[in-house]
């Protein structure tokens, strides 16, 4: 009795999935904006707490974030980032309610972010002039010339009758007012102001 294998051909049909529409696996649902704003004003609160650890206060963030001219990785080039130094001004001034500009929140924290690594590095840390931090980490991460962020101060003391220990003693609190003066304040007034602190000065002397 003979037998006979019989082959059997299986036919493979290519599996078809079909997606449903809107659905898409990487699809992901817009995140609500308020919750983003929060989300923003917290990592930006969180990296200037950290700084403050790391020995760069507030007055030098919001130093650094008045002469800031260079944007950093995810920020487009032509951005505004007076938005971000506002954005900065309102946190520092507790005034997180009038915070609206998203987009200026972005900047700030990415700006941060940057200061917040250069200093974990060690930036500025052995540095031994008496220069702000602020001036020392524009000069390194914004490639800033130390000649354009003392300019302004040592302009105003060059023309005072005082000797280079009081122009070194005083050039903090007059960089601090030329940081004002930049949002506007009137140069006649800073240099009033200096009139007073030499009148003082030579009152105690």
């Given at each position: 009795?003979?037998?006979?294998?019989?082959?059997?051909?299986?036919?493979?049909?290519?599996?078809?999935?079909?997606?449903?529409?809107?659905?898409?696996?990487?699809?992901?649902p817009?995140?609500?904006?308020?919750?983003?704003?929060s989300?923003?004003?917290?990592?930006?609160?969180?990296?200037?707490?950290?700084?403050?650890?790391?020995?760069?206060?507030?007055?030098?963030?919001?130093?650094?974030?008045q002469?800031?001219?260079?944007?950093?990785?995810?920020?487009?080039?032509?951005?505004?980032?007076?938005?971000?130094?506002?954005?900065?001004?309102?946190?520092?001034?507790?005034?997180?309610?009038?915070?609206?500009?998203?987009?200026?929140?972005?900047?700030?924290?990415?700006?941060?972010?940057?200061?917040?690594?250069?200093?974990?590095?060690?930036?500025?840390?052995?540095?031994?002039?008496?220069?702000?931090?602020?001036?020392?980490?524009?000069?390194?991460?914004?490639?800033?010339?130390?000649?354009?962020?003392?300019?302004?101060?040592s302009?105003?003391?060059?023309?005072?009758?005082?000797t280079?220990?009081?122009?070194?003693?005083?050039?903090?609190?007059?960089?601090?007012?030329?940081?004002?003066?930049?949002?506007?304040?009137?140069?006649?007034?800073?240099?009033?102001?200096?009139?007073?602190?030499?009148?003082?000065?030579?009152?105690?002397?």
């Amino acid at each position: 009795m003979l037998k006979f294998n019989k082959c059997v051909h299986i036919r493979r049909v290519p599996l078809q999935v079909q997606a449903r529409q809107g659905a898409g696996p990487s699809s992901k649902p817009a995140k609500d904006p308020a919750e983003v704003r929060s989300d923003l004003i917290k990592g930006c609160k969180t990296v200037m707490m950290e700084l403050q650890g790391l020995d760069f206060p507030r007055n030098d963030v919001k130093g650094y974030f008045q002469f800031v001219a260079k944007p950093p990785v995810g920020v487009a080039k032509d951005f505004d980032l007076s938005r971000a130094r506002v954005v900065v001004d309102q946190l520092i001034a507790g005034k997180e309610a009038d915070i609206t500009d998203l987009e200026g929140l972005k900047a700030a924290q990415l700006i941060l972010s940057d200061v917040w690594r250069w200093r974990r590095r060690g930036g500025g840390m052995d540095d031994e002039t008496d220069r702000p931090s602020y001036a020392i980490a524009l000069e390194s991460l914004q490639n800033m010339e130390p000649e354009q962020i003392d300019r302004i101060t040592s302009s105003l003391l060059d023309n005072l009758p005082i000797t280079e220990a009081e122009k070194r003693q005083m050039s903090g609190s007059v960089q601090q007012a030329a940081m004002a003066g930049i949002n506007g304040a009137v140069w006649g007034s800073l240099a009033g102001g200096l009139g007073l602190m030499l009148l003082f000065n030579f009152g105690r002397g």
